[in-house]
């Protein structure tokens, strides 16, 4: 029962925010692309593959690491958007 209820001011997300500053973005990029290269070349029957962040947090919950992460992503120039079965 967090309160308040603004991510902005949160000191969990806060914190949160600050360790994944502590990760050197491009570095992280380039473990996806590695690691995308090489399923591709272990699996020729796919022409691309995406990658998904999943973080167990309902959709509508404005106060959860779902946000900040995203936040993150975008703030290095990623376009990203959260999943929607619909």
């Known amino acids: 029962m967090c309160n308040p209820?603004?991510?902005?001011?949160?000191?969990?997300?806060?914190?949160?925010?600050?360790q994944?500053?502590?990760?050197?973005?491009?570095?992280?990029?380039?473990h996806l692309l590695k690691l995308r290269e090489t399923f591709l070349s272990e699996n020729?029957?796919?022409?691309?593959?995406?990658?998904a962040f999943i973080v167990f947090e309902a959709p509508y919950n404005i106060c959860s690491e779902r946000v900040v992460i995203q936040q993150w992503i975008k703030d290095h120039g990623l376009e990203i958007s959260e999943w929607s079965k619909n």
């Open 20 to 30: 994944l500053d502590e990760i050197d973005f491009q570095n992280f990029i380039n």
């Open 5 to 18: 209820k603004h991510p902005e001011d949160c000191a969990f997300l806060k914190q949160y925010r600050k």
């Open 44 to 51: 020729p029957n796919f022409e691309d593959v995406n990658f």
